[in-house]
């Protein structure tokens, strides 16, 4: 079993960056593939970036690709979420979680493990 806890999130302006973190307790953390999700009221859960377990490979979702960033520090059990130029559109909760797949994957159900989620507000 792995915990996981986000941080980072807030309140930021159209155009402006936020910088989201995931702590990861428990099992080893290099062992697991890590994503970002995101859910807007009302809206599925829906893939926003995803890391290999080594940090060599990284896959985004077209609507952030260019402006987020995932990135991994494993010696730290943390995974990060880098975003800039944000967009109202991108206002949800976001949530990391953990996979234990080979390979890596776009679906919520593909994933074991999750945050609690933190919520980002881009305002206009």
């Known amino acids: 079993q792995v915990q996981l806890v986000e941080s980072g999130g807030g309140l930021v302006q159209a155009g402006g960056s936020l910088r989201l973190s995931c702590a990861a307790s428990?099992?080893?953390?290099?062992?697991?593939?890590m994503a970002w999700f995101r859910q807007a009221p009302e809206k599925e859960r829906e893939f926003v970036a995803a890391v290999r377990l080594n940090g060599g490979r990284t896959y985004y979702a077209d609507s952030v690709k260019g402006r987020f960033t995932i990135s991994r520090d494993n010696a730290k059990n943390t995974v990060y979420l880098q975003m800039n130029s944000l967009k109202p559109e991108d206002t949800a909760v976001y949530y990391c979680?953990?996979?234990?797949?080979?390979?890596?994957?776009?679906?919520?159900?593909?994933?074991?493990?999750w945050g609690q989620g933190t919520q980002v507000t881009v305002s206009s």
């Open positions: 428990g099992r080893t953390f290099s062992i697991y593939n």
């Open positions: 979680a953990a996979d234990l797949a080979y390979a890596l994957a776009d679906r919520p159900n593909e994933y074991d493990f």
